[in-house]
T-cell receptor, first 115, second 114 residues
Framework: EAGVTQFPSHSVIEKGQTVTLRCDPI?????LYWYRRVMGKEIKFLLH????????ESGMPNNRFLAERTGGTYSTLKVQPAELEDSGVYFC?????????????FGNGTRLTVT | AQSVTQLGSHVSVSEGALVLLRCNYS??????LFWYVQYPNQGLQLLLK??????LVKGINGFEAEFKKSETSFHLTKPSAHMSDAAEYFC????????????FGQGTTLQVKP
């Protein structure tokens, strides 16, 4: 099966601009997660979708970040306007519904640099 | 609140030597613990997980980890390092085994010298 796909792989934008990151989960995976790793820090949870519904968005840093998953397939994460501290690697992960036999599959991440 | 501490941001071993990557956790509920590995330019890959079935957990690529409740530790070991083990390793904790909401440690970069 195809893995979790994220694009772009790299994005360099100026402060104040808008960027949209995309994640295509593995087909049939209802759970979709976004994580972020700021340089030198740990990977942190941003939010969790179950199909098209936001199950938990407790990790979203502020209202400049907007995540969507229309139709319960791919997801986008928009940052508007971007700030310097938004630089980092954004990871997407997906899994099937159900118990311990549903491991999390991660994408390769999008490296965002805000200058 | 749950948290994870990985001791040592960089660990260097010689090929064939023992690998020991340290992880300590803090949790007010029985934890579920994970080790992930990230090879260069790739996503995170699950190495192994502890879900209370057995304290010694065997994972992929010859890695294993032992859950020690008295020490609140979940250290990752491999008897003999290969060059291909060079990567960044992350310890993580969650409240349930079937959730993808993980709390990660800061990561440990493993260097393997020939």
């Amino acid at each position: 099966e195809a893995g979790v796909t994220q694009f772009p792989s790299h994005s360099v934008i100026e402060k104040g601009q808008t960027v949209t990151l995309r994640c295509d989960p593995i087909s049939g995976h209802d759970n979709l997660y976004w994580y972020r790793r700021v340089m030198g820090k740990e990977i942190k949870f941003l939010l969790h979708f179950v199909k098209e519904s936001k199950q938990d968005e407790s990790g979203m840093p502020n209202n400049r970040f907007l995540a969507e998953r229309t139709g319960g397939t791919y997801s986008t994460l928009k940052v508007q306007p971007a700030e310097l501290e938004d630089s980092g690697v954004y990871f997407c992960a997906s899994s099937r519904m159900g118990g311990e036999s549903s491991p999390l599959h991660f994408g390769n991440g999008t490296r965002l640099t805000v200058t | 609140a749950q948290s994870v501490t990985q001791l040592g941001s960089h660990v260097s071993v010689s090929e064939g030597a023992l690998v020991l990557l340290r992880c300590n956790y803090s949790s007010s509920v029985p934890p579920y613990l994970f080790w992930y590995v990230q090879y260069p330019n790739q996503g995170l890959q699950l190495l192994l997980k502890y879900t209370s079935a057995a304290t010694l957990v065997k994972g992929i690529n010859g890695f294993e980890a032992e859950f020690k409740k008295s020490e609140t530790s979940f250290h990752l070991t491999k008897p003999s390092a290969h060059m291909s083990d060079a990567a960044e390793y992350f310890c993580a904790v969650s409240r349930a085994s079937n959730t993808g909401k993980l709390i990660f440690g800061q990561g440990t970069t493993l260097q393997v010298k020939p």
